[in-house]
């Protein structure tokens, strides 16, 4: 018997007014434990003489080779905040990662066991998918005191597709609430379409367009307990504000994007040698 779609009609009622859904328990505990200690023996094993740092408000300026290859490589991302102005790292490299991707759910055969398991196959099936493949794969840290801010931006914009196909999933590792740095979003703003496009050409990174002003009394916060799924539509207009707690707030981030009917742009950022697998064929 092939994989049957999972969600509700009244969810897919929600997603499609919403522009996300909330689906609580989605992991279990096991699940969570088992990709966070395989995480932490990842970090154990990174040498942090290699430096590389993320930032969503100038990626442009600290774009590096490290960015680009990282689309088929499991790579490790410092928050701007955590070295002091000599460059060395204010404290130890697992309080100081602000995240760490792109090929996680290809590389990783933990990772990728939660990734392509049947549960993620069958709510994109749902949605409409035809031929889902995980584009990138990040595991978000939101590190207590440093934990930087995520402006507010649509997927679509990173990994697009015409016809726009993409969808995020984000799935909680540690309870998320507004003081640990939680995601926010304005609800049906993914009705009012793309805004705008983050662009790769010989001058490396940049958008096509200024970011719009946003009015924060449109956002809604997202607070979820660990294990629940936020599923986001690629047009919606989402944020995440920086963590002021000594609390982390970890996270997996995945974007998945339909390979049938739709056409990858060849100026997206990520660039790959190898096409990426799919979910399933049908």
Known sequence: MGIVGSLTPEQLQAFDTQGFLVIDSFSSPEEI???RN?????LDEFDCSSVSVFSSKNQKRLTDDTFYESAEKISFFFEEKAFDDDGNLKQPKQLSI???GHALHEIDPVFAKFCRSEKISSFLLSLGYKRPAIIQSMYIFKQPGIGGEVVPHQDNSFLYTDPPSCTGL?????DANIVNGCLWAIPGSHKNGLVRRFIRDEEGVHFDHPSPAYDHKD?????VKAGSLVVIHGDLIHQSF???SPKSRHALSLHVVDTEGCKWAPDNWIRRKVEPEPLYIP
């Open 242 to 244: 920086e963590n002021q």
């Open 98 to 100: 602000n995240k760490v």
């Open 33 to 35: 434990d088992g990709m």
């Open 170 to 174: 984000w799935l909680a590792l540690e």
């Open 219 to 223: 956002f809604v916060s997202l607070e």
């Open 38 to 42: 395989r995480m932490d023996q990842l």
